[in-house]
């Protein structure tokens, strides 16, 4: 017990400015003797109280008269609380007016050292979306439903115990073909019947509710793309080579714009026999975003496509192809500003690729660890890093890389809760990565976690916590591995809802686009 109050000391010292308390759902987890800040929460505040602080006080105060002592208290309460709610106003008038910056609008020039805690928030909250896509994947392959969703698209975020994104509305899965060869990135169940023998769930796309937009400051559409769950092994099974993407019929009217064969090859495969990838993603992407600009007509509008690893590299090349084909421009013309935030991502093209990428108007903030090994592939010798002339006579070869956008660098030995590991799962962790963004403020300053976000997710899939948290590795599972008791006493899975496949108007809106069947 001496050593669990000794620990929450010194934890209190990283935390000098005390917390508003949140309620974590941490129910798949057992009660450790050492207190973490209160979790608060990244999803947009909407719910308000009505105004009527001081007619309450009021009543109150007439029930306590014979009480001077609790009728101040009651007093301070509203006071404090008519004090909270109207910063909160002034939080969401600064995110609704600030988001074209946030966005990317001026290259996050002046916003990344110091950290803007608004756009801190931001990319927190955008990285819990593309860590709901590992959260809610299937990867069991004692499933029948082992490559899917584990969840419906209806109450996806609902579903998910340590999400708390009601805000915004899934509006359709995303399904890719696991006939390519990447062996470390789809999974299959070794059940004779599945759900489908050659699809796996990539993710998602949501829209920010009627509410929401108006904290917002604009409709939001976000593209949520799942990356690798936990081995490294797909770096290898990418390393192949650079082709250009126009060979692939996505557009490019320069034919040296090339990016990573295996990258485009799973964005634009289909297998028509299967009824959930008888499209390719790309198809769908495209069609779904196509549709819900003209779902809103009028409003303001955003396109924020986020993903962590592999799935950061899609999130680029969805960016692009949206861009390209002018996805992105609504019926009067008007162009929808599109922005990545990506997380622990690959390269994924060429010096061309990024060049036609700016020359878009694609805006790229890409957030990294720098003992990450997977930002730095594939193009380990020839990349953006190396000699401006050494670059132009390598431009040719097949592995010739560079980055895009904005890289902010974050360093887990700057943070006092994590081990100096060099475990490359654990640098690549997203859980991890949202939890040194919580504590980043710039360059050489002291890491100091800003909200509170509870250290313990880092846990959730990796062991990276120092030991002295007594927070167990790897903690987050599904209650009996998601097995329940029958009525006859057998344990058993147990069937799942009808999984949604496209939507019937997909036709309508792929010739639309142009993508005649």
Known sequence: ??????????????????????????????????????????????????????????????????????????????????????EEQTERRRLSEAWPELHGQDDWVGLLDPMDPLLRSELIR?????????????????????????????????????????????????????????????????????????????????????EASKTLGRRDITIAWRGTVTRLEWIADMMDFLKPISGNKIPCPDPSVKVESGFVDLYTDKDETCRFCKYS??????????????????EEMSITITGHSLGAALAILSAYDIAETGINISGNGRVVPLSVL?????????????????????????????HDVVPKSPGLVFNENAAPMLMKIAEGLPWCYSHVGVELELDHKKSPFLKPSNDPVCSHNLEALLHLLDGYHGKGQRFVLSSGRDPALVNKACDFLKDHYLVP????????????????????????????DHPSDMHHYLNYIGLHL
């Not at 109450?155 to 060869?181: C, G, K, Q, W």
């Not at 390269?347 to 020359?359: I, K, S, T, Y």
């Open 1 to 86: 017990m001496a050593m669990a109050i000794s620990i929450s000391s010194t934890a209190s010292l990283l935390f000098p400015r005390a917390q508003k308390k949140v309620s974590a759902n941490l129910s798949q987890t057992s009660s450790y003797p050492v207190s973490f800040p209160a979790q608060k929460s990244h999803s947009l505040e909407l719910s308000t109280k009505p105004p009527a602080a001081a007619a309450a006080a009021e009543h109150i105060c007439k029930v306590t008269t014979n009480s001077n002592i609790t009728t101040t208290t009651t007093a301070e309460n509203e006071a404090e609380r008519t004090k909270n709610n109207i």
């Open 126 to 210: 955008y990285g819990e979306m593309a860590q709901a896509c590992y959260d809610a994947f299937d990867f069991d392959p004692f499933s029948k439903y082992c490559g899917s969703c584990r969840f419906t698209r209806r109450n996806f975020f609902e579903s998910l115990a340590m999400m708390t994104h009601h805000d915004y509305d899934v509006s359709r899965y995303l399904y890719a073909t696991s006939n390519i060869n990447l062996p470390n990135f789809f999974k299959k169940s070794r059940w004779p019947k599945v759900w489908s023998k050659n699809a796996n769930w990539i993710g998602y796309v949501a829209v920010s509710t009627d």
């Open 281 to 298: 993603v790309r198809e769908q992407i495209l069609s779904e975003v196509k549709r819900l600009i003209e779902m809103y007509p009028g």
């Open 342 to 370: 990506s997380f622990s991502g690959p390269r994924v093209g060429n010096v061309r690729f990024r060049e036609r990428l700016e020359a878009l108007g694609v805006k790229v903030l890409r957030v990294v660890n720098v």
């Open 473 to 500: 590795p790897f903690w987050r599972q599904d209650q009996n591995k998601g097995m329940i008791r029958g009525n006859d006493g057998r344990w058993v899975q147990p069937e799942r809802p009808k999984l949604d």
